[in-house]
């Protein structure tokens, strides 16, 4: 069955760095845009960035752009997020996706990582 297993979150001063992993199985990694979503406390899930299944052309929230690179490894079967001048703003829990074959939506998440950002 589909599993996508985050790590990598934890905590870190204000303008510190982390560097997420989601290890995918299950599925043909390869042929899949995978994503990163996040969630802070008490809001709703805010899209952060994604990646075209050859790895080409990532996206980045507007929040985000600038300070996080997202990348994978189809050889690992592992998506990546690098998150650089990290603040209060980019705590959150995050999740990675796998896009659904029709595209536009997701169908697998996995169970979330937690990055919180203090002082």
């Known amino acids: 069955q589909v599993q996508l297993v985050e790590s990598g979150g934890g905590l870190v001063q204000p303008g510190g760095s982390l560097r997420l992993s989601c290890a995918a199985s299950?599925?043909?990694?390869?042929?899949?845009?995978m994503s990163w979503v996040r969630q802070a406390p008490g809001k709703g899930l805010e899209w952060v960035s994604d990646i075209k299944s050859g790895g080409g052309s990532p996206y980045y929230a507007d929040s985000v752009k600038g300070r996080f690179t997202i990348s994978r490894d189809n050889a690992k079967n592992t998506l990546y997020l690098q998150m650089n001048s990290l603040n209060a703003e980019d705590a959150a829990v995050y999740y990675c996706?796998?896009?659904?074959?029709?595209?536009?939506?997701?169908?697998?998440w996995g169970q979330g990582t937690q990055v919180t950002v203090s002082t």
């Open positions: 996706a796998k896009e659904c074959e029709w595209g536009n939506a997701y169908d697998y």
């Open positions: 299950g599925f043909t990694f390869s042929s899949y845009l």
